[in-house]
């Protein structure tokens, strides 16, 4: 049996820190945490990848004594930290579904005499029969929930067996719970406190900037990705690598690609448990100087040198972009995250949503099938003539948020009737986290200021990083520089001109004053608007108003002094624009640094022209509400009414019923029929089904009164 430490006084934790971890002093933030733990504290914990949570929560267990219970969702996390702590000489337990029965029962003995001092869990082994009564015989001195925005269904990650921990905790108390994650919106933040029942929580939110971190966002066609990524990493100064691609096939081509230059490996959920494992212990241990990876590898992954993380393809959320970014350069030295995207990856974001979240109607058949009384899966399955596929995705899906209750032996019974509101709120939650990512994308501002704010740190969101693509063009190593064009110096002055008056104007008021007299699309305007700005000419604002209890998000564009000085006479022709993915080209011979301007700030501009072939669906990005004539302002007002009655009779958010970007493109659009309905971006099926009528009404009584 461990002997009991006593409960050390907070002023002696530097000597238990360098005692027990080697460490002379704690790292930013550090101390503070440490000290609300030990003194009983149930706390929330959100800091970056590589900042130092886990001492957040070993520290305070070696001083209060007795056995913290840590639960977490990923067996390679799990044994990589349980690992580092009995290097240490800690007393280590472990239960996960890769041990083996035996190797189980004997931590879970270990834990009831007291013969650890941490015990590792994962979430699922909650859901067995009698485990959690066995926890509950002996009373943890501490509860650790590492990822802890897995819990959230607003989160980028949510599991459903990390939902359920809060209804176990109150029977492990009186011990403390701290919450773990590094990255988690403010909505998010609420609903972990929420749902785990913390009480009178301390909020440590800290750190999300990582000064040390190089952010490049690139525009290419999906075809020259590989190539592009082979060509930067030919560079052995990049380095320790890891890349992350959208499917297993995708890893497993380019992984191959990258092994005929140097040491690398695929890695995804589809390999057999050893080789992930192989894989995983020869990038650590620098034998493999890449991973090529789907979202299934990195978490917990302590290897401090890893120079670039590559993206090759828009991430889902902002939430899982940051943590996949975060696992570079946590030695502190610099490093450089570079992500590859185009319109087209929208499109295969929404195939794989299509196939992830089941039509609502496969969950409510299967929901009326149901009963108190429980029946087999595969008995249900038959019963309702799915694919046995389709007929998992929608019971998980049907479990997660309520209408269905899976134990452990695979038999289901009912669950509450209120599951279908919780599931369309997530739906429409799931397009928000991707719209986000898509402005992310082509934001006109600095990236790291732009994560910061994100996350709810608005103390620490006004500062430019200076080394991200906006802040810093010439360093970018993975874009291409053409020309600037006489047509978009033109388009630079009439800007000019345009805000000189005014000085500041929303984007949408700029695009309508310039398209009579210069022809210039939105899209085209946005990004010439954004390399003014990453040039100094202009700034811009994504800001919001209030009309009528309602937030409108829009863009400001503000002249600065740089740009109120230029005039016809300035020299233009030394400044260069950034290929599109519609002009991107392979590198041949090598890629070519752009040369350096002499005089005014290098301009980075992002232009289609001339315009491609092929134009972007028109529902992609509505016009905002700032543009609306009189007779669409007042259709606006009317389906917002409409929308925020039916929200108030389901006591859903407004949002759940369709997004104001949905609302925008009822309001141009004006559908007369449910095919054109269907049209707009943001209503599928069954909004149309549920909602289409009514909106059909008031288009047309809209149009009546024209």
């Not at 941490?118 to 509860?143: C, D, Q, W």
């Not at 490049?216 to 990493?233: A, G, I, S």
């Not at 501009?605 to 992609?620: I, N």
């Amino acid at each position: 049996m461990v002997d009991e430490i006593p409960n050390t006084s907070t002023e002696s934790l530097l000597p238990l820190l360098e005692k027990a971890f080697g460490f002379p002093s704690f790292r930013a933030n550090q101390e503070a945490v440490c000290r609300a733990a030990i003194a009983g504290r149930d706390i929330l914990l959100v800091m970056p990848t590589g900042s130092g949570k886990s001492l957040c929560y070993q520290l305070p267990t070696l001083a209060r004594g007795g056995t913290a219970l840590v639960i977490s969702p990923l067996i390679a996390l799990m044994d990589d930290q349980a690992a580092k702590l009995a290097s240490l000489g800690c007393k280590v337990a472990r239960v996960h579904s890769g041990m083996d029965r035996l190797a189980s029962r004997q931590s879970c003995r270990e834990y009831l005499n007291g013969e650890v001092q941490f015990m590792f869990i994962a979430p699922e082994r909650f859901r067995v029969p009698g485990f959690p009564e066995m926890l509950a015989k002996r009373k943890p001195s501490l509860i650790a929930i590492d990822e802890a925005h897995c819990i959230s269904q607003w989160g980028h990650d949510f599991r459903p067996d990390y939902r359920m921990l809060g209804q176990y905790l109150p029977a492990l108390r009186p011990a403390p719970v701290m919450a773990l994650t590094a990255t988690a919106t403010p909505i998010v933040q609420n609903d972990i406190v929420s749902q785990l029942r913390l009480v009178d929580a301390v909020r440590f939110i800290h750190g999300f900037r990582r000064e040390n971190l190089a952010i490049e966002v690139v525009e290419v066609p999906l075809p020259h990705r590989p190539q592009l990524t082979l060509e930067l990493l030919s560079d052995p100064a990049r380095r320790p690598a890891i890349i992350y691609a959208p499917t297993r096939r995708a890893s497993e081509e380019l992984a191959r690609d990258l092994s005929a230059l140097f040491p690398a490996a695929a890695y995804h959920a589809g390999l057999e448990s050893r080789q992930r494992e192989r894989v995983q212990t020869e990038f650590v241990e620098s034998k493999l100087e890449a991973v090529v990876a789907t979202i299934a590898f990195g978490m917990g992954i302590d290897k401090p040198n890893v120079r670039t993380i590559i993206r090759t393809a828009l991430p889902g959320s902002i939430e899982a972009y940051y943590q996949e970014i975060g696992r570079a350069g946590r030695d502190g030295l610099p490093s450089r995250t570079i992500l590859l995207y185009s319109y087209a990856d929208l499109r295969v974001h929404e195939y794989f949503f299509e196939q992830d979240y089941a039509p609502v109607e496969t969950l409510e058949a299967i929901y009326h099938r149901l009963s108190p009384q429980p029946q087999p899966k595969e008995d249900l399955c038959r019963a309702l003539l799915l694919d046995p596929e389709l007929f998992n995705r929608a019971l998980d899906k049907l479990a997660i948020h309520g209408g269905a209750a899976i134990e452990w032996t695979a038999n289901v019974t009912v669950g509450s009737k209120d599951w279908k509101q919780a599931y369309l709120a997530h739906l429409e939650q799931k397009r928000a986290q991707l719209e986000l990512m898509r402005r992310f994308a082509e934001t006109h501002q600095c990236r790291m200021r732009a994560l910061v704010r994100h996350f709810g740190d608005l103390a620490d969101s006004q500062r430019p990083c200076g080394q991200c693509d906006f802040c810093a063009p010439k360093q970018c190593v993975a874009q291409q520089f053409r020309p600037i064009t006489q047509a978009e110096r033109r388009i630079v002055h009439e800007v000019i001109e345009a805000l000189r008056s005014v000085n500041s104007q929303t984007l949408g008021r700029l695009h309508q004053s310039l398209s009579q007299s210069e022809s210039i699309s939105r899209d085209r305007l946005e990004s010439l608007v954004g390399a003014m700005a990453a040039a100094g000419l202009v700034e811009v604002e994504d800001t919001s108003f209030e009309k009528g209890g309602r937030t409108i998000p829009y863009r400001k564009v503000t002249l600065t002094r740089e740009g109120s000085s230029l005039n016809e006479r300035t020299p233009l022709d030394l400044l260069l624009a950034t290929n599109r993915a519609e002009e991107w080209q392979p590198a041949k011979g090598g890629r070519k640094k752009p040369p350096k301007p002499k005089t005014p700030p290098t301009l980075t501009l992002s232009v289609d022209e001339p315009a491609p072939k092929k134009k972007r669906p028109p529902q992609k990005q509505p016009r905002g509400p700032e543009t609306f004539s009189p007779q669409e302002a007042a259709l606006e007002e009317k389906l917002r009414a409409w929308r925020n009655s039916e929200a108030r009779k389901s006591g859903l958010p407004a949002y759940c019923v369709f997004s104001d970007q949905a609302l925008y493109g009822i309001v141009q659009a004006r559908p007369e029929k449910a095919s054109e309905l269907l049209e707009i971006n943001g209503i599928g099926p069954a909004k149309a089904e549920k909602y289409g009528q009514n909106i059909l009404r008031i288009c047309r009584s809209a149009k009546g009164e024209l």
